[in-house]
């Protein structure tokens, strides 16, 4: 028996195993082994999904969770490697959310509209407000979730479903600036408003490649970008003849929302990514939520 079967007694033990063949279960378990393989114990251990690099113990809880060859995750422009990886993220997210499900009262999720997404886009201007996020969308029975990007990983965020019908919104923090997190928070959410019925399969978003010619992404970009600035006056805001900072600043300071974000719609515009700097920089997300 190899190392891999070695450890397939005590793994049993934690796992559902009621619906599924002894035959089926295993082999389930072996596909399962080969998403884990090439990721980091040392890793793992450092995020405390593992207690210590030889224990697969705790990894459990994500057996049944994980989406493995059979059903396929929602991401389009993504590699099979790239996929493993987002597959034990979202597993880890997913898990995470049902804790939080069962451990927190909520209300029912009744909906999401686009002049709620404007509110949350104005608590940008406090870059501390990421902390109280998670609260305020367990307010109107939204579960946030920030799960550390594992290493290779391409995927800034997910929106998907429980099995309860809660939605969930998982952020990976894959860059520390704060006008990334806002853009993907609010694109993720904006499918809550526009697409709520159409996640039956978790979405994934990375912001790098972002899917344009793909309408449900597309659509999900602009209500977004609108939630951060205002349609009309963007066409014709100052930054565009005044490239400087102060501009930035003033036109952020009207649409009641962080410099950054701002700043980050021009870079993307424009395609230039090394104007503001001083402004995108100034906040570290990361630093901010797990103190890193």
Same mark, same amino acid.
């Given at each position: 028996?190899?190392? =891999?079967?070695r ?9 559902r195993?009621s ?7 295993? !082999? ?46 929602? %991401? ?6 790239n !996929?493993? $990886? $987002? ?10 959310? !049902? ?11 009744? #909906? ?19 902390? =109280? ?15 550390y990007?594992?290493p290779?990983?391409?995927a ?5 479903? $429980?099995?309860? #019908? ?14 990334? %997190?806002? %853009?993907?928070?609010?694109? !993720?959410l ?14 994934? %978003?990375d ?5 344009e ?16 600035v205002?349609?009309?006056?963007w066409?014709n ?17 009207e ?38």
């Amino acid at each position: 028996m190899n190392t =891999q079967d070695r450890g397939w007694a005590d793994f049993t033990h934690t796992t559902r195993t009621s619906d599924v063949s002894p035959h089926d279960l295993f !082999e389930r378990y072996r596909e399962f082994q080969g998403f884990i393989a090439n990721l980091s114990r040392k890793e793992l251990v450092a995020r405390r999904w593992l207690k210590t690099e030889d224990d697969d113990s705790p990894l459990a809880t994500l057996f049944f969770d994980v989406p493995l060859s059979k059903k396929p995750t929602l %991401f389009r422009k993504s590699t099979k490697a790239n !996929e493993k $990886l $987002l597959a034990i993220w979202q597993a880890r997210a997913q898990a995470e959310a !049902e804790y939080l499900s069962f451990a927190e009262t909520r209300p029912t999720f009744a #909906g999401l509209s686009k002049e709620q997404l404007r509110k949350l886009a104005h608590l940008s201007v406090d870059p501390m407000a990421v902390r =109280q996020l998670p609260t305020i969308l367990a307010e109107i029975g939204i579960i946030l979730v920030y799960i550390y990007a594992l290493p290779g990983m391409s995927a800034d965020g997910a929106v998907f479903q $429980l099995t309860t #019908g809660q939605p969930v919104v998982a952020l990976s923090l894959r860059f520390p600036r704060l006008d990334y %997190f806002w %853009f993907t928070l609010l694109h !993720e959410l904006a499918h809550l408003v526009l697409h709520a019925n159409q996640l039956k399969e978790p979405v994934f %978003f990375d912001v790098e490649v972002s899917d344009e010619s793909d309408r449900t992404e597309r659509a999900a970009n602009r209500l977004a970008k609108d939630s951060i600035v205002d349609r009309e006056s963007w066409r014709n805001c100052s930054p565009k003849y005044d490239p400087s900072d102060a501009a930035v600043r003033a036109y952020a300071n009207e649409q009641g929302v962080h410099p950054s974000l701002v700043a980050g719609l021009l870079r993307r515009e424009s395609g230039n990514y090394t104007r503001y700097s001083s402004i995108i920089n100034a906040h570290d997300v990361r630093e901010i939520i797990f103190h890193i």
